[in-house]
C-alpha cells in the first residue's frame, strides 16, 4: 500500500509514474477523501469539546439548583450528531483504504517507464539458445519425451483434475523430486537462507498483505467458509510470517527460503501453443524472500538475482535477464528481474524466475517494522522476493536440451546426487 503522506506531497508526480502502469490512474479520488477525512475528524473533534464543555455546564445547573434538562437534551443532541459524523467517517476510511489498497507500487528510480512489455530490457545472456534444428534432427519437445519415457501424463491429469494439471511418473518424477531437492540444498548452504515449509493455504489477511487482494480475488482458489485460499506463491506465506511483528535494526537482513506447491487459477487462458508444462495451475518452486532495511534493498535485489543465475548457470541452460518496464511490474513491486530460460521447442525464453523489490508496498500492508539502534522511531522493512526456481518450464528446458538421439534423457550432473544417483531416463 502507497503512503498517503507522500502522495499528498508529491501527487502529480507520483501519478505520472503510475500511469506509467496503468494508464487510467488518477489520484484526485485519493486527495478529495483524505480532505474529507480530515474535515470529518476536526468537526467531530470540535463537537466533542462542545459535548464535553455542555457536560461540565449540567454540573454547574445542578450544583445551583436549576433545570438542567435543556442541558442534557443539548448534551444527547450533540452524542447522536458525533455518531453520525464517526459512522460517516467510518465509510469515509473504508473507501480511501480500498482505494489506496488498488493502487499498485511506484516504479523505482531505475525502472524503465514504458507500458509496453516488449520494450523490457535485455542485461544479461547465458549460453547457447538452439533451435530444434541445431540440437539435431531427432530432437522432440517435452510432451514427446514425456510420453517417450512414460514420464508426463496430461491425460490423467486431466483425468484427476481437469486441464492444465501435470502428472509425473516414474524416472521423471524422481528427477522432479530431485530437482526440487537440490534447489533447496543450494539455497540454504550455498545461499545462506533458512528454510521454511509453509501452509499451503493462507487466510484473507495473508492474501491482502502480499497485494493478492483485492486485486487477484477472482483468480485465486478460495475456500470461503473456511477464510482459506491456496496459495499462488510461497512469497504470500513467507511475508505474513512477520506480519504485525517488530524488528531491530541488528536482525536485518532476514532471508528466508520455502518449498511449496503454487496454485494459478489462470493458467487456462493462455494459447494453444503453450501446451505441456508450460503453464499449468499446479507447480513446485522454491521461493527466496528478504527483509531488509530501504537502504539495503537494492543491493539485495542484485543478490538475489545472482543467486536465480547462478542455479540456472550450474544446470547449464541457456537463459537471459531482462529488466521489467513499469507496464510488465507485478501490483506490489517497485523493480523486477526476470530470469528466463531458452526453451527450444517452443522457440522462446520463459520466466522461471522473477526477483523483485517491493520497497515498503508490502510492509505497510502486513505492518512490519524494525527500529534503528539510534532511533525509537519505527520504520517500515523492505521486502523482497524471487524464484529460485520454479520447476515446470525448468525440468522442460532441461528434458530438450539433455535429449540424447535415442530418446534418453541425461540428468544434469548437479542434480544426480537428489535423484537418488538417477543419471539418465530411458526412453520405455
Same mark, same amino acid.
Given at each position: 500500500m502507497l503512503n498517503i503522506k507522500r502522495i499528498l506531497a508529491e501527487k502529480d508526480e507520483i501519478e505520472t509514474k503510475l500511469k506509467y502502469r496503468e494508464p487510467d490512474i488518477n489520484l484526485d479520488p485519493v486527495i478529495d477523501l483524505d480532505r474529507k477525512r480530515r474535515e470529518l475528524i476536526a468537526h467531530s473533534e470540535s463537537l466533542k469539546a462542545e459535548r464535553n464543555a455542555a457536560s461540565k455546564e449540567i454540573g454547574n445547573i445542578i450544583k445551583k439548583g436549576g433545570d438542567a434538562v435543556a442541558a442534557k437534551a443539548r448534551v444527547s443532541a450533540i452524542g447522536d450528531e458525533i455518531k453520525v459524523l464517526d459512522d460517516e467517517l467510518k465509510n469515509v476510511e473504508a473507501e480511501l483504504d480500498l482505494f489506496l489498497a488498488k493502487l499498485p507500487n511506484i516504479p523505482g528510480d531505475s525502472t524503465p517507464l514504458d507500458l509496453d512489455k516488449a520494450h523490457n530490457v535485455v542485461v544479461k545472456t547465458y549460453g547457447d539458445a538452439k533451435s530444434p534444428?541445431?540440437?539435431?534432427?531427432?530432437?522432440?519437445?517435452?510432451?514427446?519425451?514425456?510420453?517417450?519415457?512414460?514420464?508426463?501424463?496430461?491425460?490423467?491429469?486431466?483425468?484427476?483434475?481437469?486441464?492444465?494439471?501435470?502428472?509425473? *511418473?516414474? =524416472? +521423471? !518424477?524422481?528427477?522432479?523430486? %530431485?530437482?526440487?531437492?537440490? $534447489?533447496?540444498?543450494?539455497?540454504?548452504? #550455498? &545461499?545462506?537462507?533458512?528454510?521454511?515449509?509453509?501452509?499451503?493455504?493462507?487466510?484473507?489477511?495473508?492474501?491482502?498483505?502480499?497485494?493478492?487482494?483485492?486485486?487477484?480475488?477472482?483468480?485465486?482458489?478460495?475456500?470461503? *467458509?473456511? =477464510? +482459506? !485460499?491456496?496459495?499462488?506463491? %510461497?512469497?504470500?506465506?513467507? $511475508?505474513?510470517?512477520?506480519?504485525?511483528? #517488530? &524488528?531491530?535494526?541488528?536482525?536485518?537482513?532476514?532471508?528466508?527460503?520455502?518449498?511449496?506447491?503454487?496454485?494459478?487459477?489462470?493458467?487456462?487462458?493462455?494459447?494453444?501453443?503453450?501446451?505441456?508444462?508450460?503453464?499449468?495451475?499446479?507447480?513446485h518452486k522454491v521461493e527466496m524472500f528478504s527483509f531488509t532495511r530501504p537502504e539495503e534493498s537494492d543491493t539485495e535485489l542484485e543478490r538475489m538475482t545472482h543467486c536465480a543465475e547462478e542455479l540456472m548457470e550450474m544446470l547449464r541452460l541457456p537463459y537471459r535477464t531482462t529488466l521489467l518496464v513499469s507496464g510488465d511490474l507485478a501490483t506490489q513491486a517497485a523493480k523486477t528481474y526476470d530470469i528466463e530460460v531458452w526453451i527450444p521447442g517452443q522457440g522462446r525464453f520463459y520466466e522461471v524466475s522473477s526477483c523483485s523489490d517491493c520497497t515498503d508496498y508490502q510492509a505497510r500492508r502486513a505492518n512490519i517494522r524494525y527500529r534503528e539502534s539510534d532511533n525509537k522511531k519505527l520504520e517500515f522493512v523492505h521486502t523482497l522476493n524471487g524464484s529460485a526456481l520454479a520447476t515446470p518450464r525448468l525440468l522442460t528446458s532441461i528434458m530438450e536440451h539433455y535429449q540424447r538421439e535415442d530418446g534418453s534423457i541425461e540428468v544434469p550432473e548437479v542434480v544426480r546426487p537428489y535423484a537418488g544417483g538417477l543419471a539418465e531416463i530411458m526412453p520405455v
Open positions: 534444428e541445431q540440437i539435431g534432427t531427432y530432437f522432440k519437445d517435452h510432451i514427446e519425451l514425456g510420453k517417450l519415457c512414460d514420464g508426463l501424463d496430461f491425460e490423467r491429469g486431466a483425468k484427476l483434475a481437469g486441464s492444465n494439471f501435470a502428472l509425473y *511418473k516414474g =524416472d +521423471l !518424477a524422481r528427477l522432479e523430486w %530431485g530437482l526440487i531437492n537440490w $534447489l533447496i540444498d543450494v539455497n540454504v548452504n #550455498r &545461499f545462506g537462507r533458512k528454510l521454511i515449509i509453509p501452509p499451503y493455504l493462507v487466510n484473507s489477511q495473508s492474501m491482502y498483505s502480499s497485494a493478492q487482494y483485492p486485486k487477484f480475488v477472482e483468480q485465486s482458489y478460495f475456500i470461503e *467458509k473456511d =477464510d +482459506l !485460499a491456496l496459495i499462488p506463491t %510461497g512469497e504470500v506465506p513467507l $511475508l505474513n510470517l512477520y506480519r504485525d511483528d #517488530r &524488528f531491530d535494526e541488528s536482525e536485518l537482513p532476514i532471508r528466508l527460503c520455502a518449498f511449496t506447491p503454487c496454485f494459478r487459477r489462470e493458467a487456462g487462458t493462455y494459447g494453444r501453443d503453450e501446451r505441456g508444462l508450460i503453464r499449468i495451475h499446479q507447480f
